[in-house]
């Protein structure tokens, strides 16, 4: 065997779970296998690497000592490793049969390599992802939450514990293929091979199928699930519940929830990215001699200085009072545009009062700023 890193081989981290292991493996075993590649003497050397790779590293003794001593853990008469010497391996076949015919990866194997259909014998197939839209507040995409949902799914048979015999029901050879997991059709100089309809490519099947599932080893049910929301989540953020999708047919492996957010829209701020953006109306007399109000943010109060001869339309900015950062950034600002208000109805003590002010600054006689009327000129 060559001498490449067993984790290489299959693409993985050393700190690979059993479950990425495996699936890691089947995507490898499904690329190089030698049906699939008919007369690829490099597939076919590719596929026993592979496999040999995955049969020490699935092995947890067999992976303590690949990590600390690497190929010289099953090389020799003074090899460190639990198996002794350089024996002690299987037929790259019988790792893939144990694979792939016990349904706990990633989808029928029959079905990737020739297209084949599922019959009802014992290779398991993948559960299908599933999406749950959910509706949330502004606030609550601020702070973040925990929240229960509710929804409808494929779980696994309790009476046959997902693998779709009835209890006391033992696995016997195909007899349709007789184990080997296909048939061939044709005849004459045209013959082809394709995945039992029997046992489905698995070359055994269930004596009794079970009586509540039919099985399928799944059955629908309302299940509850608590999802934490983490702050800063946007319409469109995607949130990956892993294994509470659907559950697999046969005791394959469930797929998995996503949690699609979206945002309703606020009464008072505007999100823009991590910035949040509101309007105030401020009176004209605080406009104009200058001041402090509070204003309202996502947090609960802040207090904005208000300069003298602020202009309407004139946007200040609060640092970090906007949305958390999913990126783990600084927090974003609160962007607030003041509105000057013009009173709607005077008394006849404030008209006569801004009368007055209006004559003493000749308000009358020129209405519009010497700024504008100097823009303005040329067109007279």
């Known amino acids: 065997m060559s001498k490449e890193d067993y984790y ?62 690497g190929h010289a853990a099953f090389e020799g008469p003074g090899a460190r490793g639990p198996t002794g010497g350089g024996g002690g391996f299987h037929d790259p076949a019988d790792i893939f049969r144990e694979v792939f015919g016990r349904g706990g990866g990633t989808g029928n194997i029959f079905e990737e390599m020739f297209g084949g259909g599922g019959g009802g014998g014992g290779g398991g197939q993948d559960g299908s992802d599933l999406r749950y839209d959910l509706e949330i507040s502004l606030e609550e995409a601020a702070r973040g939450f925990e929240r229960e949902i509710s929804f409808r799914k494929q779980m696994a048979c309790e009476r046959c514990h997902g693998n779709g015999a009835e209890p006391g029901s033992k696995r016997v050879t195909c007899p349709t293929c007789r184990g080997a997991g296909q048939v061939r059709r044709g005849g004459g100089i045209i013959t082809f091979t394709q995945v039992c309809p029997s046992c489905g490519g698995a070359g055994q099947r269930v004596e009794k199928v079970c009586t509540a599932c039919r099985g399928e080893g799944r059955v629908p049910q309302t299940t509850k699930l608590t999802v934490r929301i983490p702050p800063g989540v946007d319409t469109g953020s995607r949130l990956r519940s892993s294994g509470n999708g659907e559950a697999g047919l046969a005791g394959g492996t469930a797929g998995d929830l996503y949690i699609v957010l979206s945002v309703r829209d606020h009464e008072l701020f505007e999100r823009q990215g991590d910035d949040l953006f509101c309007e105030i109306p401020v009176k004209f007399t605080l406009a104009t001699l200058g001041g402090s109000i509070e204003v309202p943010t996502l947090f609960g109060k802040a207090s904005l200085k208000i300069p003298a001869a602020t202009q309407s339309g004139t946007t200040f900015r609060l640092r970090e009072k906007g949305m958390p950062s999913l990126r783990g950034s600084r927090q974003g600002d609160q962007l607030v545009r003041v509105h000057v208000e013009v009173p709607q109805s005077l008394t006849a003590e404030q008209k006569k009062l801004l009368e007055e002010f209006a004559r003493v600054s000749g308000d009358a006689a020129e209405p519009t700023s010497k700024s504008f009327f100097e823009k303005a000129k040329k067109f007279f």
Do not use: W
């Open 8 to 69: 290489h081989l299959l693409g993985v981290e050393k700190t690979v779970t059993p479950e990425e292991l495996k699936k890691a493996y089947r995507k490898k075993a499904v690329q190089f296998h030698p049906d699939k590649n008919p007369g690829n003497k490099e597939s076919e050397e590719m596929f026993k690497k592979v496999s040999h790779a995955y049969e020490i590293l699935s092995d947890d003794e067999k992976r303590a000592a690949y990590d600390r001593y």
